[in-house]
């Protein structure tokens, strides 16, 4: 799902060149619903009306990287989704949904800061989706979606756990995968 983020007000693209909007990363938007409305931003009822709620609004993070950056295929967390904002620059992502047979492949290379298997990977896992995301873009990864992301340009990205109530069937599913023996 991938939706343009908009000015809660104007309803226009919101354009992060503009030098009033200083909007860089998520501590500069206090932890709230309420600090989203502040800071001009509502979550796009593209999101919303699909029953995708932000679990938290203190839990985030933001990723700032620089022009070449290729992560290696990995999975934010089981345990709930992650809603992305594209603070800076443009990322491409290429995803694919936690089916068995892709859990079974990624088990094969699951290991934390080797890119070069991205590319293996493609020929390897069903389903793949690919999003080129650019400033100002929001869009929703689901629990347990695989994802590897390569930034062309510097670029920086601010994410929040959320969650859906359909989700939780899969989410019981991905805890069990994610608590197996590695042995």
């Known amino acids: 799902m991938l939706v343009g983020l908009y000015a809660s007000l104007e309803k226009k693209r919101l354009d992060l060149s503009d030098p009033s909007i200083d909007l860089y990363a998520a501590w500069n938007i206090p932890p709230s619903k309420q600090g989203l409305e502040k800071a001009g931003l509502a979550i796009p009822p593209q999101i919303t009306d699909r029953g995708i709620k932000i679990n938290n609004h203190q839990d985030y993070s933001s990723t700032i990287t620089t022009a070449g950056c290729i992560s290696p295929w990995h999975i ?8 992305i904002l594209v603070v800076d620059g443009f990322k491409l ?4 949904p936690p089916t068995e047979k892709n859990r079974k492949y990624f088990e094969s290379i699951d290991c934390f800061g080797d890119p070069s298997r991205v590319k293996d990977a493609l020929n390897e896992l069903e389903q793949l ?3 080129v995301v650019r400033a100002g873009d929001m869009f929703v990864l689901p629990p347990g979606e695989l994802h590897a992301v390569i930034s062309p340009v510097n670029s920086a990205i601010t994410a929040w756990l959320c969650h859906k109530d359909d989700w939780e069937k899969d989410i019981d599913e991905l805890m069990q995968w994610e608590k197996r023996d590695r042995s």
């Open 76 to 83: 934010d967390q089981c345990n709930c989704g992650t809603l």
């Open 93 to 96: 992502f290429i995803v694919c």
């Open 129 to 131: 989706r690919y999003y």
